[in-house]
């Protein structure tokens, strides 16, 4: 198996897209461990294999420096670090205290930074690679979810940096995600009429699945991936069709002009 051997840290991999990331690294061979503040519903498992949970609060320091010793006596190495953890819940930048923003913030922009610098040894000594799970929400504008936007967008630039700095031993890249469905799809789009009609405006017609975004993960982090560092994959079916298509009331036969 393409992975086979090497040990995969997904952090937030316990649920929905991370569950998803996690499970594709168990079917590519890797021995996959996954942090989060609660534990599992149930343990995620692939290919008859099952992922190591390890109860985490990214944001406490102290906390992550010791998790990685912890890591580093019992599997020796770490050969990917996927930065999955993270989110937001929808809040108009008028409706709430800077606090809550600087929170979305932290977890979503600081925390993927400080363990990436924790796990650095063990991936320099690897010749390991760093997955940051970014989104389409930092590279347009992203009402309602501004913070989030903009650590995405940090997060991006983030990894383009990192990517330079720990070059040739480390690489880094980004998976920039758009709508995904997952168990709480329903939060966010309704029921299944809802997801449905969400996931029509996508080209490729559909929300993408978390074992989809997982099998993107896999490739960056694989040997196939070896002279990709410091690029961004779109991961988001096409993207969004531009809403002056259709509100545009041009004849489209006759119309020769360009936007």
Known sequence: MELDGRVVLVTGGTRGVGAGIARAFLRAGARVA???????????????????FHRLDLRET?????????LAERYGRLDALVNNAGGTPYRLL???????HARVVELNLTVPLAVSLTARPMLHAARGAVVMIGSVSGTR???????YGAAKAGLEQLARSMAVEWAPEVR???????????ELSHLHYGDEAGVAAVGGTVPLGRLATPDEVGEAAVFLA??????????????????????????????????????
């Open 34 to 52: 996954v942090c989060a503040r609660r534990p599992p519903d149930a343990p995620v498992e692939a290919a008859g294999r099952t992922a190591d």
């Open 141 to 147: 504008p992203s009402p309602g979810t501004a913070a």
């Open 222 to 259: 694989s040997e196939r991936a070896a002279y990709v560092s410091g690029a961004s994959l779109l991961v988001h079916g096409g993207g969004e069709r531009p809403a002056f298509l259709d509100a545009s009331t041009a004849n489209k036969e006759e119309s020769h002009g360009t936007v």
């Open 94 to 100: 008028g409706e709430g205290e800077v606090e809550r």
């Open 172 to 182: 880094v890249n980004t998976l920039v995600l758009g709508m995904v469905r997952t």
């Open 62 to 70: 102290g906390a992550v420096r010791e998790f990685f010793t912890a």
